[in-house]
């Protein structure tokens, strides 16, 4: 089976995880609103692989995904013309995650303290870019998979969804401050972790 691919900011990452989503296509599909269908079936493979890398489990990834779907379509009369639906879908699923009970637990265990760190900027052209962009599709996945999932997701909105930071915020209910503070530090422990893969050196 073939990955499907992703290029943000010049990181190019196989989705093999978003492969499956293809599967229950025909679950979602048909909808009865063609206007909502028109708008969400593209971002049913996003939305599939922002919910297995949170949930780490594919059959409650794929449960996720139809879960918001039915609630989007619910609530579709409700949402406001001309505001962004792609945001308002990541939105949706995400707090569907967190009332499951991959979520619950995630809430009761590893939420970060973020008081003491220090915000700095983020930018795309960063050595932590350099070094993905030398990384291959499996230590990428292996590295994103290390990181702590308040992280994680801000990770995968950002350089693989590639929204901006206010859409981010959006989503995950943060100040545009923490998006990047958390940004800036699972590139960084990406970075650590690739030098350590590939041996290389560098100066912290």
Not at 108 to 115: A, K, M, N, P
């Amino acid at each position: 089976m073939q990955d499907c691919k992703v290029s943000a900011g010049g990181i190019e990452l196989g989705r093999s995880n978003c492969v499956s989503a293809i599967a229950f296509r025909g679950d979602v599909s048909g909808l009865p609103n063609q206007d909502f269908e028109i708008l969400a079936l593209p971002l049913l493979d996003p939305l599939y692989n922002f919910a297995r890398w949170l949930c780490g489990d594919a059959d409650e990834a794929r449960d996720l995904v139809q879960e918001t779907f039915a609630k989007a379509l619910k609530g579709f009369a409700s949402f406001r013309q001309r505001t962004n639906f792609r945001a308002w879908m990541f939105t949706i699923l995400r707090n569907t995650f967190l009332t499951s009970r991959t979520g619950l637990e995630w809430r009761r265990t590893e939420q970060e303290d973020e008081e003491n760190f220090e915000e700095s900027a983020v930018t795309h052209d960063t050595p932590e870019i350099a070094l993905i962009r030398r990384a291959d599709t499996e230590m990428m996945q292996q590295a994103i998979a290390t990181l702590p999932l308040a992280f994680r997701e801000v990770l995968l909105l950002v350089d693989i969804e590639e929204m901006r930071y206010q859409e981010v915020a959006g989503v995950l209910r943060i100040p545009v401050g923490t998006v990047m503070s958390r940004l800036s530090r699972a590139r960084k422990q990406l970075r650590e972790y690739i030098v350590v893969t590939l041996g290389v050196k560098h100066e912290m």
